[in-house]
Structures are given as structure tokens and as C-alpha cells.
């Protein structure tokens, strides 16, 4: 039983980093260039199912029980994923709103002969 808790929580950790290393890399390629955002999905997925496989291996390997760190790996996988996805979101969104504020005021001053408001 004590194998089962630790290779779970190894799993939990592992898998909250390549969570977080998935978050870090998707929040890169959408602000460098949105022309790369279609293959950041794949790349993701690739990387999940690559950690998840590393897992069962590994359990069967080490003769635990494969149900705790697969659960412990899928849950580590998904709540740092949807947490950093809101973050994510907010943080471009608040870029963009600000990129619009920008040009709203340089179409304002444009209008109005450069004087600010």
C-alpha cells in the first residue's frame, strides 16, 4: 500500500510539471505569433499521453497498483491545466484590451489634431 500512495504522488508531481511546462510553452507561442497556435494543441496532447504512458509503464515496472498514479497523473494533468488556462485568458485578454485602448486613443488624437482628452 505504501508503494501505491508514493508512486501516486510522484505521478502527482510529475504530472503537475508537464502541466505547467505544457501552460508555459502554449502562453509563448500565443503571444509570439498566432500562426503557430494550431500545432500547440498537438503538441500538448502528445506530451499528456507520453506522461501518462511513461506512468503505466512504470507502475507495471514497479508492481503497484496502475489505478493511484494513473488517477494521481490525470488529475495532476488537468487542475494546474485549468487553472493556468484562466490565467492564461486573462492575462491576453488583458493585453488586448489594452493594444484597443491604445488605438482608440491614437485614432482619437488623430481626429481631434494630437491634443489627449
Same mark, same amino acid.
Given at each position: ?45 502528445? =506530451?499528456?499521453?507520453?506522461? $501518462?504512458?511513461?506512468? *503505466? @509503464?512504470?507502475?507495471? +515496472?514497479?508492481?503497484?497498483?496502475? #489505478? ?8 495532476? =494533468?488537468?487542475?494546474?491545466? $485549468?487553472?493556468?488556462? *484562466? @490565467?492564461?485568458?486573462? +492575462?491576453?485578454?488583458?493585453?488586448? #484590451? ?8 491614437? =485614432? ?10
Amino acid at each position: 500500500m505504501a508503494t501505491n500512495i508514493i508512486a501516486a504522488f510522484i505521478a502527482l508531481i510529475g504530472a503537475t510539471v508537464v502541466a505547467l511546462l505544457n501552460s508555459f510553452y502554449t502562453y509563448k507561442k500565443l503571444k509570439s505569433n498566432t500562426k503557430g497556435a494550431s500545432i500547440v494543441e498537438l503538441v500538448r496532447s502528445v =506530451l499528456n499521453i507520453a506522461f $501518462l504512458t511513461l506512468t *503505466f @509503464v512504470i507502475s507495471r +515496472k514497479i508492481g503497484c497498483n496502475i #489505478a493511484y498514479p494513473l488517477i494521481a497523473a490525470a488529475i495532476g =494533468l488537468t487542475v494546474p491545466a $485549468l487553472i493556468s488556462a *484562466f @490565467v492564461m485568458a486573462k +492575462k491576453l485578454t488583458n493585453e488586448n #484590451a489594452a493594444d484597443k485602448n491604445s488605438v482608440i486613443t491614437d =485614432l482619437d488624437n488623430e481626429k481631434t489634431g494630437g491634443e489627449d482628452r
